[in-house]
């Protein structure tokens, strides 16, 4: 008979990861891709072997191939994009989770990653000081968190109309309303058209120069239809890091029975520590939250919470139930009915442990070091002539633009230059965005590591930097 191909054992690869890893999150390696598309194709491609190969061998082809595309967003240098830099304990925990293999989708398919996320989600309830009845979806980041938030609102408010949408569907359910912000992030936009709403059902509410909502507007827009009502705000604006006004939207909200959504992808954590926290005030009157848990909180991709006040409603629309599968009362907790996939990987445990080690003051301590060095950044930026910062720094973003006073396509340019030479020694890693119809230099304070020194530096490094392209 054929012999089958055997597994290998865990303990070579591992060993060959595991050296690596450490010497890779030690070392300032690049933070720009040094490989082209190309040379990476190259690398990565290739006939698949018809044979397998050694798992060790293995390992060193990846790490061969993988390294010169790897971005440094881990590093205190990566400012490009809100993204996270994977805890060292959330890792390791992330490696036992795959070493583990369980099947995170019921209590009796893995009762430890059942527990582990029940802990997690009330930890969670608890630092953001949520409704402590409210039920939590691990989920895979904040678009889809956002997107089970917005289904248990359609469906709920179908539900208060006198429509099961599970029976009628949408196409026999009378229209739902959905208010953003004309600039809401676009994975709002997604998630609303992958539940069925098009641009005809959504308004878009016109926003200050902070990006924040215009209550009046929202207000005169809600009031002008009927039927269900979804208001989706947002706390931590993606390029300014602005708040809406919560307690203005919750009572709107109130006023007309609608549901109110906040996507909080990163600012709902401004609420972990005192010197932020009265930006999210009136945000716990909402009816659901969507945050990540891979951007501020550190925790490696992927990971992000949907929060629903009405864990009834959460349930009506996330459950998955089938003969086969137990559902038994004395059972923990059965993530099927928060999330929606089936079969899932066991995230609770590398939530719960990345939560454990920064512990309750480790992330008040974090969110308020990132705040105070994008204050610190402003501070030293303002007093600069031609660097305009556009936005009211109150968060850990910063919006630039650098105008030397020969009008807007010049100012665009300049901005155009400075990202090219802020990125061209390698230390760090900048974007341009698209703000209000200008070229601004994003700055977005998040990398675990990133502190005040650095700080000092890339001050001075863009006060040098424009004073040469400016001539
Ligand atoms: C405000 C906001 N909402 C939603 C998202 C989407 O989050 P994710 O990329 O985790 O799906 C982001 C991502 O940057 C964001 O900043």
Not at 224 to 241: F, Q
Not at 293 to 301: A, N, V, Y
Not at 306 to 329: C, E, F, K
């Amino acid at each position: 008979m054929k012999q089958v191909h055997s597994f290998p054992t865990l303990a070579g690869p591992l060993a060959a990861a595991s050296a690596y890893a450490t010497g890779y999150r030690e070392s300032k390696t690049n933070l720009h891709p040094t490989a082209t598309l190309a040379q990476l194709r190259n690398s990565f491609g290739g006939d698949l072997p018809a044979k397998g190969q050694p798992g060790e061998q293995v390992i060193a082809d990846l790490i061969k191939a993988a390294e010169p595309g790897l971005v440094g967003n881990t590093q205190p240098g990566f400012h490009a994009w809100v993204m996270g830099s994977s805890h060292p304990v959330g890792v390791a925990a992330d490696w036992l989770t795959s070493v583990w293999g369980q099947n995170a989708a019921l209590y009796q398919g893995s009762p430890a990653a059942a527990t582990a996320e029940e802990t997690a989600c009330d930890w969670l309830l608890d630092i953001l000081d949520l409704p402590r009845e409210a039920s939590v979806g691990i989920t895979t980041g904040a678009t889809m968190a956002g997107f089970i938030g917005l289904a248990a609102a359609r469906d709920e408010l179908l539900r208060r109309a006198g429509y099961d949408f599970a029976e009628t569907g949408l196409q026999y359910a009378p229209p739902v309303t959905v208010f953003v912000a004309e600039d809401t992030h676009a994975s709002n936009l997604a998630a609303l058209r992958y539940l069925g709403f098009g641009t005809n059902n959504i308004v878009a509410v016109a926003c200050d120069d902070q990006g924040r909502m215009i209550t009046d507007d929202i207000a005169r827009h809600v009031a002008r239809v009927s039927g269900p009502r979804i208001i989706v705000a947002t706390a931590g604006h993606i390029n300014s890091g602005a708040f809406d006004d919560f307690h203005a939207l919750a009572d709107l909200a109130e006023r007309h029975g609608a549901w109110l959504h906040v996507d909080a992808a990163f600012g709902l954590w401004a609420r972990a520590s005192v010197s932020t926290r009265s930006l999210t005030n009136g945000i716990d009157r909402a009816d659901s939250w969507s945050t990540d848990g891979h951007k501020w909180l550190q925790i490696p991709f992927d990971a992000g919470f949907a929060i629903v006040r009405d864990s009834q409603a959460h349930r009506r629309a996330m459950n998955i139930t089938a003969g086969y599968l137990p559902d038994d009362p004395d059972d923990g907790r059965n993530a099927t009915h928060f999330n929606t996939e089936l079969s899932r990987r066991a995230r609770g445990f590398t939530v719960w442990a990345t939560l454990k080690a920064l512990g309750r003051e480790g992330i008040a301590d974090m969110i308020r070091n990132h705040c105070d060095c994008a204050s610190l950044l402003a501070h030293k930026l303002r007093r600069l002539p031609g660097i305009r910062i556009h936005n009211d720094v109150m968060l850990n973003q910063l919006i630039l633009s650098f105008d030397r006073g020969r009008g807007d396509a010049d100012a665009n340019r300049m901005t155009q230059a400075m990202e090219a030479a802020l990125n061209a020694d390698g230390q760090h890693f900048f974007r341009t965005a698209t703000w209000q119809e200008r070229c601004v230099l994003r700055v977005s304070i998040i990398s675990v590591d990133t502190g005040p020194e650095h700080i000092q530096t890339l001050a001075q490094k863009i006060e040098a930097l424009w004073h040469d392209i400016r001539r």
